[in-house]
């Protein structure tokens, strides 16, 4: 089974669960967009300190 989504229900998802986080390889598209807060998501696993 294939899971795809877009990055646009990812952002609706995020903003719904008022969460900042999102677990994504996709960092080029995600890097671009921001939550309604004016804040850059963190991307997981990109983001994670060691």
Known sequence: MTLIADSGA???TAERLETERILTV?????RAIVSKKGRPFSLFPAD???
Request: proline share 0%; aromatic share 18%; no cysteine.
């Open 10 to 12: 990812l952002y609706a």
């Open 26 to 30: 996709d960092e080029r598209h995600f």
């Open 48 to 50: 994670a300190t060691s």
